[in-house]
């Protein structure tokens, strides 16, 4: 080999360019997969809006653009200090001072009530609810009450403090709530005969059901909220890359870090991008009237057929009202 092509006898410099080749066409790809992109200007100054698990990952990303839109946003999280470094950051970044972290462990009715209560006696009202926290995949366990965490934390934590704030949100009107769902739930089953998964426990059909769960709570509630001024509906985020996925060996162990990471982060979004459909819901103007839909990509997607079951509906959400108390 000689003259121009002479470098090809260099071994780094092969092993450079390949390296170089496989970032910029990862690079196209992850720009590809980023999704629907709400980049309506619409102002969120003043308004008043709750985050659950917003500490990290999509919740985060949902906090600085609202902050940056100039809401007023209470990040309700489990883990304080987690919040307050993630608050500090979003607070220098977009010189908006009305950022507050307040503590919120979804897998506990008492603090879900101690929340509500501190938030009634600082605020007399609340514009947007966004139910986003949520647990993935983990091995069994359960919540205070001795619910299924996935269950506890995913649907019958948040059905306990949207209900707990219907009063406001309806004295706020126009107001929404946002359920952040999951393509999941197209896989989802409600297990009517062991909801709790007490006779047999599979990680992957406890997040589903949890999901199918946000679905169905949505697709109630929405008729629960007809002629009220509060819209509620649910969304699929996309597939992000968060922490969402820290149960799952899979992608945790160091094989995974090194092989398996590198190559699927090309397919996910980014947490900022899986965002996006989460700000559409609480934002968009066109939504004013919009309730009881499913989003993903920043337009209407249709949910699955159990999605649609009025009947399983009424169900859970009667299961859900006696296990958390929610009406008393
Ligand atoms: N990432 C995806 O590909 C994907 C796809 C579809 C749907 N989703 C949904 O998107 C939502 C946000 O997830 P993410 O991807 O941003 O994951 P993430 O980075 O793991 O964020 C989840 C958040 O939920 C919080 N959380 C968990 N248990 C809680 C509890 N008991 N009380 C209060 N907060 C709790 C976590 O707090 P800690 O930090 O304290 O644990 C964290 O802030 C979830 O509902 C998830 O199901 C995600």
Redesign the pocket.
Known sequence: MSGTFAFLKSKPIIFMSSVGVALSIGTLLKDNMQGGQFRKAVSANGKVVIV????????KETVRELAKRGAHVYMA???LS?CEEAREEIVVETKNGHIYCRE????SFESIRKFVDEFKKEEKRLDILIN?????RCPRAVTKEGIEMQLG??HM?HFLLTNLLLDLLKKSAPSRIVV?????HTRGEINVTDLNSEKSYDEGKAYNQS?LANVLFTRELAKRLEGTGVTVNAL?????D???M?HMGIFNNFFSKIIVRPLIWPFLKD?KS?AQTTLYAALDPELDKVSGQYFSDCEPKEVADAGKNDDMAKWLWAVSEKWTKAST
């Open positions: 659950t698990g917003s500490n990290t990952g999509i919740g999280c489990r883990n987690k919120c462990d979804l897998s986003n926290a949520g647990v993935m934390v995913n934590g952040v769902s999951s393509l999941a999901k699929h985020p996309g597939v992000v968060t922490e969402i820290r947490a899986g």
